[in-house]
């Protein structure tokens, strides 16, 4: 990755943005003003943990996620991208695509007028990326904390025909006890039941969780809510660009299969995931761009 002086030098605010060296020696941003903090591993750039001020962190990560190059962390905000999932042809291609193990490189770092601080990365391309996307594609994700975190995936397909994309921030959020906790926002939704062969079902209600659950909900609406008893608040989930929200929790024999959720992580995190999956893909025009956002917030109960 490239020198941290020189990222501080060309993208570091003082006193709000900072670049240094993380867990494993791995490069990280740190953003922190007035109204809230985050930091993001430049591996994936992916989203570590964010808080507004004065309230409880609002993002999950395990204790047990391994920081190494090349290596999926557990937790915070991994990207899904240019697909979801398996790939949808050709098996020997990354889970999730390549975009969540490689590095990406800051390219604006901004201090805006309401307090907020935004800043940009870009996916840096490899050997790795083209062998398993051959399209020509730029993919960024500008990265904005205040009293909220937003998140915008700007997707730019540079080739000369269609592009199928897939995509998906799959975040991990803090909650007291997933077993109370509620997904308000979905009632009336069909999804693909994973773990039911994929069986297509309505919800009726709220979703709750009583035992693995790994579903996508199809043409949905731009904004569900995790209510929390234990934690005395709910989390407030906006999403732009985005059709599809994906419910995961791995329960008790996934979890201890994984290895890096530690002892008992299930109980305190649920993804709600703001993603483009399954029968709401995007068809991707040459020359064109797609933009995902997703805006996290969290208000008492």
């Known amino acids: 990755m490239g020198n941290l002086e020189q990222m501080n030098s060309d993208f570091g605010i003082d006193g709000q943005v900072r670049f240094l060296?993380?867990?494993?020696?791995?490069?990280?941003?740190?953003v922190g003003n007035a109204l809230g903090e985050a930091s993001v591993a430049l591996q994936g750039a992916h989203v570590l943990n964010f808080q507004a001020k004065g309230q409880q962190p609002l993002i999950w990560m395990s204790d047990e996620a391994t920081h190494a190059p090349g290596k999926s962390?557990?937790?915070?905000?991994?990207?899904?991208?240019?697909?979801?999932?398996?790939?949808?042809?050709?098996?020997?291609?990354?889970?999730?695509?390549?975009?969540?193990?490689?590095?990406?490189?800051?390219?604006?770092?901004?201090?805006?007028?309401?307090?907020?601080?935004?800043?940009?990365?870009?996916?840096?391309?490899?050997?790795?990326?083209?062998?398993?996307c051959a399209h020509p594609l730029r993919v960024r994700l500008h990265i904005t904390v205040g009293s909220?975190?937003?998140?915008?995936?700007?997707?730019?397909?540079?080739?000369?025909?269609?592009?199928?994309?897939?995509?998906?921030?799959?975040?991990?959020?803090?909650?007291?006890?997933?077993?109370?906790?509620?997904?308000?926002?979905?009632?009336?939704?069909?999804?693909?039941?994973?773990?039911?062969?994929?069986?297509?079902?309505?919800?009726?209600?709220?979703?709750?969780?009583s035992g693995e659950v790994d579903r996508i909900y199809l043409d949905t609406g731009v904004k569900s809510e995790i209510i929390d008893p234990v934690m005395a608040r709910k989390i407030i989930i906006k999403s732009s660009g985005s059709a599809s929200t994906v419910v995961w929790n791995p329960w008790v024999a996934t979890a201890n299969k994984m290895g890096d959720l530690g002892p008992d992580g299930y109980l305190n995190m649920l993804c709600v995931e703001t993603v483009n999956a399954a029968d709401d893909v995007v068809a991707l025009a040459a020359g064109a761009t797609h933009r995902m956002i997703a805006d996290y917030s969290s208000q008492a109960l």
């Open 21 to 30: 060296a993380g867990k494993g020696g791995m490069p990280m941003v740190k």
């Open 73 to 132: 962390l557990r937790g915070g905000v991994p990207i899904c991208w240019p697909w979801f999932g398996p790939h949808g042809t050709d098996a020997s291609l990354p889970g999730h695509g390549p975009a969540r193990t490689v590095d990406w490189k800051p390219v604006e770092s901004v201090a805006l007028s309401d307090g907020r601080n935004k800043v940009s990365f870009e996916m840096i391309e490899n050997d790795k990326t083209r062998a398993a």
């Open 148 to 209: 909220s975190l937003l998140l915008e995936m700007e997707t730019t397909n540079l080739g000369d025909s269609t592009f199928t994309l897939g995509e998906a921030l799959h975040t991990y959020f803090l909650v007291g006890d997933v077993r109370e906790a509620q997904i308000k926002g979905l009632d009336g939704s069909i999804y693909i039941d994973k773990m039911d062969g994929s069986v297509r079902k309505e919800q009726n209600g709220a979703v709750t969780i």
